[in-house]
């Protein structure tokens, strides 16, 4: 039962272009989203995060919307540039249990293109 | 300030057998949580630790135990290992859940192979 779903496995962007990368889930008790970049042989890094109460949140050339009507969050990267090649996943967190646990997507590989 | 860390770094081991992970906090975090990454997919919570009790559990069986020592530093167990314990085992520490703190950091994983 995959509450966070990144249905798009790869994107290819060229340099200097917006990269935009989806992600929906299901679950309406999620009350907190994030963005984590990785790159091979290392863990996730953290990127940027949204509120439930709020519908956008930037940092610098990161913007992360969120509808929650439509269970749908996405990251825009702009400019692109290369060394934002990395797979992204999309996390949410649901404190129902006070656990902090963060569900995320299967993940999606950008590619920027020089 | 020195950030999460896991060893070992790759492991083997055979069905049927028990294996212990590895995982330092960030200076200062009290609360980890322990992830399995399988191959294509996103991280799965398996269980979080808060100040050396667990606080709250994934979709794991009971052969995935965990313990949370006074430093912080953490263990992951897993017995009775089978075949689909394969994965990329990572480990998250954060500053404090009570002070509203959730980010999260991750060290690089252990890929734990169940042969």
């Known amino acids: 039962d995959q509450q966070v779903k990144q249905n798009s496995p790869s994107l290819s962007v060229q340099e200097g272009r917006i990269s935009i990368l989806n992600c929906d889930y299901t679950?309406?008790?999620?009350?907190?989203f994030l963005w984590y970049k990785k790159y091979p042989a290392e863990g996730p890094t953290f990127l940027i995060s949204i509120s439930s109460i709020k519908d956008k949140n930037e940092d610098g050339r990161f913007t992360v919307f969120l509808n929650k009507s439509a269970k749908h969050l996405s990251l825009h990267i702009v400019p692109s540039q290369p060394g934002d090649s990395a797979v992204y996943f999309c996390a949410a967190r649901d404190d129902q249990t006070g656990a902090n646990n963060l569900f995320f997507g299967t993940g999606t590989r950008l590619t920027v293109i020089p | 300030e020195t950030g999460v860390t896991q060893s070992p770094t790759h492991l083997i081991k055979t069905r049927g057998q028990q294996v212990t992970l590895r995982c330092s906090s960030q200076s200062g975090h009290n609360t980890v949580s322990w992830y399995q990454q399988a191959l294509g997919q996103g991280p799965q919570f398996i269980f979080q630790?808060?100040?050396?009790?667990?606080?709250g559990r994934g979709n794991f069986p009971p052969r995935f135990s965990g313990l949370q020592f006074p430093n912080y530093s953490s263990e992951l167990n897993v017995n009775a290992l089978e075949l689909d314990d394969s994965a990329l085992y990572l480990c998250?520490?954060?500053?404090?859940?009570?002070?509203?703190?959730?980010?999260?950091?991750f060290g690089p994983g252990t890929r734990l192979t169940v042969t």
């Open positions: 679950n309406s008790m999620f009350d907190y």
């Open positions: 998250a520490s954060s500053l404090d859940r009570l002070a509203g703190d959730f980010e999260q950091y």
């Open positions: 630790y808060y100040r050396e009790e667990e606080n």
